[in-house]
């Protein structure tokens, strides 16, 4: 978070413990990993995150990095599958609208 660096959302807990976002839910879901709700979202503390990080490293398993590249992939699509859809739309209304008789 921009206005606490000590307080981790999911996404930075994860990068932090080099594992994916949803899996650091889910390890908070267990009691693994400490966190607080703040509303419906996740936070970690800093230091709880380093004192978990060697753990879960020794004990959870390794990600390969096809892992990691797939959920790359699927976050880039889905923080901007509105952009795609407008771009589909825009060839099909110039393909209506420039096509030949």
């Keep these: 978070m921009r206005d606490n660096p000590g307080i981790f959302t999911a996404r930075q807990a994860a ?3 080099d594992i994916p976002e949803q899996d650091a839910i889910i390890l908070a ?3 693994i990993l400490p966190h607080f709700k703040d509303g419906e979202y996740y936070r970690f503390k800093k230091e709880d995150i ?3 990080k060697n753990f879960i490293q020794q004990n959870y398993p390794n990600h ?5 590249w797939k ?3 699927l976050d880039f699509l889905y923080f901007n599958d509105f952009y ?4 589909g739309l825009a060839v099909i209304i110039a393909w209506v609208i420039f096509k030949k008789p």
């Design 15 to 17: 990068r932090a413990l």
């Design 29 to 31: 879901d267990k009691g």
């Design 50 to 52: 380093v004192k978990v």
């Design 64 to 68: 390969s990095a096809k892992n990691l």
């Design 71 to 73: 959920e790359k992939v």
């Design 84 to 87: 795609f859809v407008c771009a």
